[in-house]
Structure formats: C-alpha cells, structure tokens
T-cell receptor, first 115, second 116 residues
Framework: KQEVTQIPAALSVPEGENLVLNCSFTDSAIYNLQWFRQDPGKGLTSLLL?????REQTSGRLNASLDKSSGRSTLYIAASQPGDSATYLCAVSSISNFGNEKLTFGTGTRLTIIP | EPEVTQTPSHQVTQMGQEVILRCVPISNHLYFYWYRQILGQKVEFLVSFYNNEISEKSEIFDDQFSVERPDGSNFTLKIRSTKLEDSAMYFC??????????????FGSGTQLSVL
C-alpha cells in the first residue's frame, strides 16, 4: 500500500528566503506526482504535476523535482513571500486495475512566511 | 480558469441524519471524484464516477454512501445515516480525461461537514 510522507510538518521562514519541502513515497510504481496548495478553509490548488518519466517541473518561483527510484520529491520555493503561506500537499497517483487514476496524499507541510 | 463548485460550504447535522453534498463539476468534464479530509489527517480517496456509474471506491465508501449525477450537471454525495466520524471536509474533483497524463484534476473548495 502506498504511503506518502512529508517532512517537516510545519516550517516558518523569513520572507525572501529560499526553501525546500520534502515528500517521500514507498511504492515507486507511480503514474505521476503532484504538489498542491491548500489555504485554510479552501480547496486544493494544483501547483505542479510531474509525470513519472520526468525529473522536474518549474512554474515561476516553484520548482519540483522527482526521483522515482528513491521515492522522493522536493518542492523548491525561491524568494519566499508572505502570500506563499499555506499548507503544501504532495500526492502521488497510481492507475488501478480498473484504469482509474487515484491520488494518495501526504499529510502536508504547513508553511508560514514571516514578513 | 473554470471552477468546480461545491455547496454548501458548511453543513451541520445531527448524528443519524441524511446529508447530501452537492458539486457542479466543470461543464465538459467526464470523470468525477469525491475525496475527504478529516481534521489533521490526510486527504483520502472515496469514489470515482464515470458514465453514470461508480468506477472505483475505497473501503471508506460503505453502504452508507452513495453518489449520483441526477441531472447532467450536478454530482452529489449522499450519506444516509451520518456518524460522528463522518465529520470532515469533503472535496469534489473533476477531469476531462481518466488520468492526468495531459490535463490536471480540478478540485472544489470543499464542504465542511460537522456531525453532532
């Protein structure tokens, strides 16, 4: 059974710093990996999606990497801003025997950027 | 950007009561999902739905749960007799394709269900 772990559970950094969030998963037979952002009381916003054949994806100040063989992904946020404060979720997907894609989520890292 | 809409945003109910959570997926999407997140825990898959039938469900999705697409635009999750442990944030999601090979999955903002 796939298990997804995110470390640290919470992180506070001063504005302007670069930071790295970590995600690990136990079963390397994944279809893809996504990073989501969750604001309090809000839905899940997909930030980056990395296909299993890819090594990284970039969007603005965000860069996500994937090392499938070691079961690890990182989300790098450059020049952090107070607006980046949120919970960041990592989710890996697999394809079931029925051909359905199913996401397995980590518990998230709660990020606080200190102005 | 198109949005998945969920109503209500908050629902409070008494234990044993039936609740219906509503979702309006993005209009040209064909694949629909419910996930839930108990406070402080992980987001968990409940059920996937395609072509007017359940394509897959988790062990959480027991006989107390049902899903329906009653009118071609809404997608509902019904809990027949709520229990305290059903208290959670319920997320609806939709996509145009069965996988995210080319397109991402869109999530709604969730319905916070509180069972008293």
């Amino acid at each position: 059974k796939q298990e997804v772990t995110q470390i640290p559970a919470a992180l506070s950094v001063p504005e302007g710093e670069n930071l790295v969030l970590n995600c690990s998963f136990t079963d390397s037979a994944i279809y893809n990996l996504q990073w989501f952002r969750q604001d309090p009381g809000k839905g899940l916003t997909s930030l980056l999606l990395i296909q299993s054949s890819q090594r990284e994806q970039t969007s603005g100040r965000l860069n996500a990497s994937l090392d499938k063989s070691s079961g690890r992904s990182t989300l790098y946020i450059a020049a952090s801003q107070p607006g980046d404060s949120a919970t960041y979720l990592c989710a890996v997907s697999s394809i079931s025997n029925f051909g359905n894609e199913k996401l397995t989520f980590g518990t998230g890292t709660r990020l606080t950027i200190i102005p | 950007e198109p949005e998945v809409t969920q109503t209500p945003s908050h629902q409070v109910t008494q234990m044993g009561q039936e609740v219906i959570l509503r979702c309006v997926p993005i209009s040209n999407h064909l694949y629909f999902y419910w996930y839930r997140q108990i406070l402080g825990q992980k987001v968990e898959f409940l059920v996937s739905f395609y072509n007017n039938e359940i394509s897959e469900k988790s062990e959480i999705f027991d006989d107390q749960f049902s899903v329906e697409r009653p009118d071609g635009s809404n997608f509902t999750l019904k809990i027949r007799s709520t229990k305290l442990e059903d208290s959670a944030m319920y997320f609806c999601a939709s996509s145009r394709t069965p996988t995210t090979a080319n397109e991402k999955l869109f999530f709604g903002s969730g319905t916070q269900l509180s069972v008293l």
